[in-house]
Nanobody
């Protein structure tokens, strides 16, 4: 069992940076792939970034490639999403997710592949 708690969201201006953190509980977190998703009002939840169990593989959605960076610290049971050069279209609720069923180097990209979810944190980017 893994529990996830996100933090770090807030209101920022266009072009600024924010780092989201996801604290995981549970001894199995180091064997779980992790991802960040977001959901804007009236839109479906979409993957932003994913990271493999050991952290050696990462995936980014085209819309955030080059601006966002996902990382993890398994010793601290933490996953991070560094978001730079933020745009108004990045405004959304951001969710941390984890899955214990992904193979070692896999970066799951579909929400259906994840079985643990955080409660979400709001990021609002003003123009």
């Amino acid at each position: 069992q893994v529990q996830l708690i996100e933090s770090g969201g807030g209101l920022v201006q266009t072009g600024e940076s924010v780092r989201l953190s996801c604290a995981a509980s549970g001894r199995t977190f180091s064997s779980a792939a992790a991802g960040w998703f977001r959901q804007a009002p009236g839109k479906e939840r979409e993957v932003v970034a994913a990271i493999s169990r050991g952290g050696s593989s990462t995936y980014y959605a085209d819309s955030v490639k080059g601006r966002f960076s996902i990382s993890r610290d398994n010793a601290k049971n933490m996953v991070y999403l560094q978001m730079n050069s933020l745009k108004p279209e990045d405004t959304a609720v951001y969710y941390c997710a984890a899955t214990s069923t992904a193979p070692f180097n896999r970066t799951p990209r579909s929400s259906s592949e994840y079985n643990y979810w955080g409660q979400g944190t709001q990021v609002t980017v003003s123009s």
